[in-house]
């Protein structure tokens, strides 16, 4: 897929749990992304501080700050609120709500997850974006 | 009674024969014509003794008559009498027959109705005690909407004193106008069957506002008619607390099971898709399929063991049990952990008897868990020291294990033996199932009785210690 692409979408992954975060960010790696890490949402905002993303595909229950709280502190400022973000969670049906009612997020995937699902999403968006652009 | 009655009735009637003796003897007096006053006088003086005999012939033989009736059957006491006074004695001794079967009756309604009252008093006892003890709240409620009977359960969840509500109506005790309006249709006949629903109770001064389940039935009289309305309301507080909890154990459970989960679903899927093309990935993804395995596994492992214990229904072992073998079995099996991580381990173990009775396999899983955590959030090189010691007086073996480790921050020492409470920033420190401190709770408090708690001071270690009370001499001496 990298030979077919022309411009190479950034992507901040971010989850607490270190298996997680080397999957994901081997499989979008493989498939041609720039990808960076972060353990939770503290230091994902240090990251987009450095250099603001085109995607982020996140967990949603994290320390210091979780999923939410990581989309709602991208809206905030208008250099990040438009950056679509991708929510993993490992809570079920029930709880994802809350995330889907936020403007910034994209799609919710439940765990376990499938990294091809994941890698589907990612490269929709990114293709919609691009054609936007 | 009626012996008595006769008695005077016949002293009556003889009375009344010599009265009338006298009186045709006064008749005959002021009758006459003047001229014949000696033979008058004499006359009279005749019929007054002869009523006077009349009535002592009949005082005589009504007495015997009487004595007769009193001592033999009736039909003999007739037979006594006079000849001219038997019809009389007939009709009387019938009469007397017919009274005393009367009597009988009566005698035998009054204990009859006595017994009743009796069964029914006793029948009324027993359903009020039944009643008083009844968790659900039971209201009686007569075709007045008046309060028949109320048990304490209703006093306090619609919040009236039961005992003093007899009689009064039901609008001004309840509230709740759903439940007024149920039992008021009930009352009207306008349902056949009982009803049912569920209710928001008011809070109140005492309570907060319950939510409930009602049920209202009918008793009828002997025509059909609704005389009064039983409701029964049942409290649905601790069910509802119940299926929340069930709820939230489900909820945490599901994401704990599904973190493991989710590596080895993704690590297997690269494998297969061939993603990890290099011998390092490859093998660094089988550990991480491996270890998360085992993860899962211990979690599950953990899970049932404690809705075992909670259910009541786990095997337990009970033998005398040395703590300082059980003690120095766990350091065996943590030790490699520890000297991957430059930790030293130290056991102070007091020199006295430290068997308890209990079963052995929980109680080194107790000190294991222990030890693993204080492995896990101590920094490399840090000092890890299991404390055993005995307390004759509280007659209970103590354990503690020590570390210098990273602390639990204060806010949260308080629910770190709750299930799947993890302290949220030391997540990332180690893996755990959130559920070993629960474990090692039942073990040591339901299974064994004993205590477990901890001190800890952030950024300088933490101390975990339990107890277990103290084996029987006799036990320990047949473990020896």
């Given at each position: 897929m990298s030979t077919h692409m022309t411009y190479q979408p950034s992507i901040l992954v971010v989850d607490d749990e270190s298996h997680i975060q080397?999957?994901?960010?081997?499989?979008?790696?493989?498939?041609?992304?720039?990808?960076?890490?972060?353990?939770?949402?503290?230091?994902?905002?240090?990251?987009?501080?450095?250099?603001?993303?085109?995607?982020?595909?996140?967990?949603?229950?994290?320390?210091?700050?979780?999923?939410?709280?990581l989309c709602r502190a991208l809206l905030d400022s208008p250099d990040t609120n438009e950056v679509p973000v991708i929510v993993l969670t490992a809570r079920g049906y029930a709880l994802g709500e809350e995330a889907v009612e936020l403007p910034n997020v994209s799609a919710v995937l439940s765990k376990p997850f499938s990294p091809r699902a994941i890698l589907d999403v990612v490269s929709d968006i990114c293709q919609i974006r691009e054609k936007a652009a | 009674m009626f012996k008595t009655l006769t008695r005077s009735m016949l002293t009556a009637m003889a009375c009344g024969g010599a009265v009338a003796g006298g009186a045709i003897g006064l008749s005959l007096v002021f009758g006459a014509p003047s001229g014949i006053w000696p033979a008058i006088a004499g006359g009279t003086?005749?019929?007054?003794?002869?009523?006077?005999?009349?009535?002592?012939?009949?005082?005589?033989?009504?007495?015997?008559?009487?004595?007769?009736?009193?001592?033999?059957?009736?039909?003999?006491?007739?037979?006594?009498?006079?000849?001219?006074?038997r019809p009389t004695a007939r009709t009387l001794v019938g009469c007397l027959d017919r009274l005393g079967a009367r009597e009988e009756a009566w005698r035998t309604r009054e204990r009859d109705l006595e017994i009743r009252t009796r069964v029914a008093e006793a029948g009324r006892e027993q359903a009020e005690a039944v009643l008083a003890v009844m968790n659900e709240a039971v209201l009686v409620v007569n075709p007045f909407n008046e309060l028949v009977m109320a048990n304490d359960a209703a006093g306090t969840l619609l919040g009236f004193d039961a005992s003093n509500t007899q009689g009064q109506s039901l609008a001004t005790l309840v509230n709740d106008s759903t439940l007024r309006r149920i039992i008021s249709e009930t009352l009207e006949g306008a349902c056949t069957s009982t009803r049912q629903a569920e209710l928001m109770l008011d809070a109140t001064e005492h309570s907060d506002a319950v939510a409930c389940e009602v049920m209202v039935g009918c008793i009828r009289d002997g025509k059909g008619r609704p005389s009064a309305a039983v409701a029964v309301l049942h409290d649905l507080t601790r069910e509802r607390e119940i299926a929340q909890?069930?709820?939230?154990?489900?909820?945490?459970?599901?994401?704990?099971?599904?973190?493991?989960?989710?590596?080895?679903?993704?690590?297997?899927?690269?494998?297969?898709?061939?993603?990890?093309?290099?011998?390092?990935?490859?093998?660094?993804?089988?550990?991480?399929?491996?270890?998360?395995?085992?993860?899962?596994?211990?979690?599950?492992?953990?899970?049932?063991?404690?809705?075992?214990?909670?259910?009541?229904?786990?095997?337990?072992?009970?033998?005398?049990?040395?703590?300082?073998?059980?003690?120095?079995?766990?350091?065996?099996?943590?030790?490699p952990q520890a000297r991957e991580r430059g930790q030293t381990l130290h056991v102070e173990a007091a020199p006295v008897d430290l068997h308890v009775n209990g079963d052995h396999d929980m109680?080194?899983?107790?000190?294991?868990?222990?030890?693993?955590?204080?492995?896990?959030?101590?920094?490399?090189?840090?000092?890890?020291?299991?404390?055993a010691d005995s307390d004759n007086l509280a007659r209970c073996v103590h354990v503690a294990v020590q570390d210098t480790g990273l602390g639990i921050p204060p806010d949260d020492v308080e629910r770190i033996f709750e299930k799947f409470y993890r302290v949220e920033n030391y997540k990332r420190v180690a893996k755990g199932t959130g559920l070993g401190l629960n474990l090692c709770r039942h073990i040591v408090e339901t299974v064994h009785g004993g205590q477990i708690g901890l001190e800890s001071t952030l950024g300088m270690g933490s101390r975990f210690w339990f107890t277990v009370p103290m084996g029987t001499v006799e036990a320990a001496k047949a473990a020896a």
């Open positions: 080397h999957v994901v960010s081997l499989k979008l790696r493989n498939a041609g992304y720039l990808v960076e890490t972060a353990a939770d949402g503290e230091e994902a905002l240090h990251a987009i501080a450095a250099r603001i993303p085109d995607l982020i595909v996140t967990d949603l229950q994290m320390p210091y700050l979780d999923g939410i709280g | 003086l005749a019929a007054a003794l002869l009523g006077g005999l009349a009535a002592t012939i009949i005082m005589r033989s009504t007495a015997a008559f009487h004595t007769r009736l009193e001592s033999t059957h009736t039909a003999e006491a007739v037979a006594a009498a006079p000849r001219w006074l909890m069930k709820s939230e154990f489900v909820s945490k459970a599901s994401h704990e099971l599904r973190t493991p989960l989710s590596s080895m679903r993704a690590c297997v899927e690269m494998l297969v898709d061939g993603e990890a093309d290099d011998t390092a990935t490859r093998e660094e993804f089988y550990s991480i399929i491996q270890s998360e395995t085992e993860r899962l596994s211990r979690l599950v492992d953990n899970m049932l063991n404690i809705s075992r214990i909670e259910a009541g229904i786990i095997e337990i072992d009970r033998a005398a049990v040395d703590l300082r073998t059980i003690i120095e079995q766990a350091m065996r099996a943590i030790e109680l080194q899983q107790v000190v294991v868990n222990l030890l693993s955590n204080a492995v896990k959030y101590t920094p490399e090189g840090g000092r890890i020291s299991v404390i």
